[in-house]
């Protein structure tokens, strides 16, 4: 049986296909109409933002880090340079995968773990163009094995920037400081702007304290780069303001004599000019070489330093606390003067030993068999410390206390170096803080002789003894002596005022007359000279306890046990230009801390004035090795002033290094060494 089919409806067939391709027709119409239109809103209303954009992927503000200010001495010799180092850098733009090429680059550059970390911290933050240093001071080795596989790290270049060199090492290093690679602390806390470009901050000394002036204000540079960060053109640039230019109060000659008495000692010497309060000098030993902190020290370099007995990181004279010993008797005989207790003619006995009412403990002198009949004059030549033990207990540690710190004890001086200490004037509030009990009769004359609690810096030490050569004017040190820049700048604190003083300007006379007996014929007259009149006074601190009863016995001590031994004195005596306060751990008395003192008062008083030390033209690698220029190879920078240091000098670093004489280098004369002091230089401390 035959299957038959219903015919086509070939007009139904035709409408539904026409239907179809206008619906299709429809569709295309419809896109290319959003697709025209979205062309017209690109190109027409944001044309400009996409032109901008586009500059913006080839066009790049990269910041220029400012010159750091140069260092001088009073004299206008350069302490601090700045010389070029090859540095590896990179940033977000140029790189895809930063922690992928750093873990490949590091066996071509020899990274280590802290120039990992450090990179890794600045470059969280950086912006996406700047380019951020990965490693500083690259060796020829590392360059010739980075240029054989750059083709490996595209965005990777090596670039020359400027770094610090401190052209004499350890002898300017704890009054300078080093600057360093800039850690997380640090950026939380810096303006970010203002360190564009910049790997390095003052960490310690003058550096840091002055890092503001130092630093300078960054500029920057229009570029055009390639997909890889290649510079094809500069298109414009904005220079950085070079930060200012400094002058230490401190002398270099002197400087050099100070650490020359120190070799080999663990100690502290502060020189101080007492009419301005200028610091000469400031010395701490053993001391580093600062330029190892520069680039980033090693691990091995850093534990030698740290773990190091002597602790040579350490600054002694404005971080150290000592005993004073008998260096302070002659600010306590004049607070007896100013309350009244004593004059210069009340007289004691002195058995060799002093005892408090009812108690039978002996307190005793440092010459065992006593000075017989003192006064305070001969109580200040021969250092008697019975007199004092007399003095203090009639004027109670209240008065003690309050005349003291108007010498600068138990305070800061205002010093313008970071982490100063501020030493120990105990007294009875101090003792019922620190350790919840009461004062006792018996610690009042451990003080009287510098003793027991009682703790002062070198500086201290150094200001009071210029407040006692100035008849009480008080005086702020500081090392800051000119800025050279585009302002002026405040730089010292307000005194905080005179002595106040009941006694009259004799009496201010007699001590110091007191103080060159001293020199002449008591306690210190081994270094006595009829160049100049030296007025001083030699100090002994006790190391280790002495039970009562017992002797002292230097054959049973270890040598770091052995005590300290200071001195502090003023000169010419009459007029004076320098006061200096000397510490020599375990220098057994103050008679061998003078020995340290004298050649420097020589070379100020007469040395300087005839034939002062200066730099030669011999050039000085302070161990900091560089695939850069070396500063050895640059032409001479540093150079000393013939006219008046506060003349301003050009800014540009080429037309210092035009004018100069020579730099980096070392001092031609042989070093002064103290003599041993005979058996008969220090008869007490």
């Not at 009073?74 to 977000?92: E, M, Q």
């Not at 691990?299 to 600054?315: K, T």
């Not at 306060?581 to 004035?609: C, L, S, T």
Request: with cysteine; net charge positive.
């Amino acid at each position: 049986m035959k299957q038959h089919f219903p015919l086509k409806n070939v007009q139904q067939e035709k409408k539904i296909y026409r239907n179809r391709v206008f619906i299709a027709v429809g569709i295309v119409v419809f896109c290319f109409a959003i697709l025209i239109s979205r062309y017209v809103y690109l190109q027409i209303f944001h044309h400009q933002d996409f032109v901008t954009a586009s500059d913006n992927n080839r066009i790049r503000l990269q910041p220029i880090p400012p010159t750091r200010g140069y260092i001088y001495d009073r004299n206008g010799i350069l302490l601090a340079d700045n010389y070029p180092v090859f540095t590896a850098t990179l940033s977000k733009a140029d790189v895809e995968n930063i922690d992928d090429t750093v873990n490949r680059l590091t066996s071509v550059l020899n990274l280590s773990p802290d120039d990992i970390d450090k990179f890794t911290t600045r470059i969280k933050t950086a912006k996406k163009t700047e380019r951020v240093a990965l490693k500083l001071n690259l060796n020829e080795a590392e360059i010739a094995r980075f240029s054989e596989a750059k083709y490996l790290f595209p965005g990777v270049q090596i670039e020359t920037q400027m770094t610090r060199y401190y052209p004499y090492g350890e002898l300017f290093a704890h009054v300078i400081g080093y600057v360093g690679r800039i850690n997380d602390k640090e950026l939380k806390s810096i303006d970010k702007d203002s360190y564009s470009g910049t790997n390095l901050i003052g960490k310690s000394g003058v550096e840091r304290q002055y890092e503001s002036l130092l630093h300078g204000t960054p500029g920057n540079e229009s570029v055009e780069a390639d997909a890889h960060g290649n510079i094809l053109r500069h298109l414009g640039r904005k220079q950085p303001a070079q930060g200012d230019d400094l002058y230490l109060s401190i002398d270099y000659g002197l400087q050099v004599v100070a650490s020359e008495q120190l070799a080999g000692k663990r100690g502290a010497v502060v020189a101080i000019n007492p009419k301005t309060g200028e610091i000469l000098a400031l010395v701490s030993s053993p001391s580093f070489n600062p330029n190892l902190f520069v680039t980033g020290i090693s691990g091995p370099d850093y534990a030698s330093l740290r773990d190091n007995l002597d602790q040579p990181l350490y600054n002694r004279a404005v971080q150290g606390t000592y005993p004073p010993g008998s260096t302070i008797k002659p600010m306590e005989g004049l607070g007896g003067i100013h309350f009244g207790v004593v004059d210069w003619g009340t007289a004691i006995h002195d058995p060799g030993y002093f005892q408090l009412p009812g108690d039978s403990h002996r307190f005793r002198d440092w010459k065992k068999t006593g000075h017989g009949v003192v006064n305070m004059s001969k109580a200040i030549q021969e250092s008697c410390d019975t007199y004092f033990y007399v003095l203090s207990n009639q004027m109670g540690i209240d008065r003690m206390n309050e005349w003291m710190r108007q010498f600068g004890f138990g305070a800061k001086t205002g010093l313008d170096l970071p982490s100063e200490s501020s030493g120990i004037y105990p007294n009875p509030a101090w003792k019922m803080k620190a350790y919840k009990s009461k004062w006792l009769k018996g610690e009042t004359i451990s003080v009287s002789i510098g003793q027991g609690a009682f703790t002062a810096t070198p500086v201290q030490l150094a200001m009071a003894t210029a407040i006692v050569s100035n008849q009480g004017k008080h005086i702020t040190p500081h090392v800051l002596y000119n800025v050279k820049g585009a302002k002026p700048h405040t730089v010292l604190n307000a005194p905080d005022g005179d002595v106040k003083f009941n006694g009259t300007s004799e009496d201010w006379v007699k001590m110091r007359n007191a103080m060159i007996d001293v020199i002449n014929q008591g306690t210190g007259r081994s270094i006595r000279t009829n160049a100049y009149q030296i007025a001083g006074k030699t100090g002994t601190a006790q190391v280790k306890s002495i039970a009562q009863g017992k002797k002292y016995n230097e054959a049973l001590l270890t040598h770091r046990q052995y005590d300290h031994g200071l001195f502090v004195g003023f000169a010419p005596a009459e007029d004076p230009e320098i006061a200096i306060a000397v510490i020599w751990e375990n220098g057994r008395h103050g008679g061998a801390a003078a020995h340290i003192a004298k050649p420097i008062f020589d070379y100020w008083m007469v040395q300087r004035k005839n034939n002062p030390i200066q730099p030669t033209a011999q050039q000085v690698n302070g161990g900091l090795m560089t695939a850069g220029i070396r500063p050895s190879q640059l032409p001479s920078g540093g150079r000393i002033l013939e006219a008046d240091p506060n003349a301003i000098l050009p800014n540009s670093p080429t037309a210092r290094r035009q004018q100069a004489n020579g730099r980096h280098v070392t001092p031609t004369v042989q070093p002064t060494v103290a003599s041993n002091p005979s058996d008969d230089s220090d008869i007490s401390d």
